[in-house]
């Protein structure tokens, strides 16, 4: 696990978070196997910052040894494909699959504020390379309740909204990104489904640096 953190006093720009898939960093760096977590989550501890977008496709294409392919181009994605938008709100607790791409795009922050996240990957039958135990935290044996806090239903976002009324972003990795995503500009809280209808997967275009 570890805590993200965004400060209020930095740039609105480079309060978000780049867009990537979970995986086992180490385990690519040095045999260059990609390995997702089953389950990725976030339990927000403040209710300001940009929100978590998570899509529900495309995915990393799968290699000929079955393991996802962090390198290559995953293929557009089809028309019902989805954004998943969570607004940082205190005790709000998100799960979704770990092989789905996500973010946290500045652009879509409504209330300037420290966003704090606690992060925890969830792993099945692998553990990941250079992780370390974080030992016993504390002596004494919680009282408190353990039974799980109420669900919290995903809206559903019907409304046809103009591209003026929606604000564009462009998720990708270094050497893609998908065109057409638009989330709608008075989404301001909760959670919520966008249907995603024109998703374009194409190469980054390179800066010339002259």
């Given amino acids: 696990f570890w805590v993200q ?4 006093d930095v740039k609105k720009a480079r309060r978000g978070m780049n867009w990537h898939f979970d995986k086992d960093e180490d385990l690519l760096d040095d045999v260059g196997l990609c390995v997702h977590p ?33 390198d ?8 019902n494909a989805a954004a998943y938008v969570a607004f940082p709100a205190r005790g709000l607790h998100v799960a979704f699959g770990g092989d789905l791409l996500h973010g946290v795009p500045a652009e879509l922050e409504c209330k300037g504020g420290e966003r704090l996240a606690l992060l925890v990957n969830v792993w099945l039958h692998h553990r990941p390379a250079g992780l370390q135990s974080c030992g016993k935290v504390c002596s004494r ?7 799980p806090g109420s669900a919290l239903r995903v809206g559903l976002f019907r409304r046809r909204f103009r591209e003026d009324g929606a604000v564009a972003i462009e998720p990708g990795l270094a050497d893609w990104q998908i065109n057409g995503v638009q989330i709608p500009r008075d989404l301001q809280q909760g959670v ?3 249907q995603q209808r024109h998703l374009k997967v194409v190469p980054r275009k390179r800066k010339n640096c002259k």
């Fill in 5 to 8: 953190r965004r400060s209020a």
């Fill in 38 to 70: 089953c389950v990725a989550t976030a339990t927000y501890l403040t209710d300001r910052g940009a929100p978590l977008v998570v899509l529900s496709a495309p995915k990393l294409p799968r290699g000929q040894d079955g393991a996802p392919d962090a």
């Fill in 72 to 79: 290559a181009q995953p293929a557009s994605p089809p028309h």
């Fill in 141 to 147: 044996a919680w009282r408190g309740s353990t039974k």
């Fill in 192 to 194: 919520w489904r966008v």
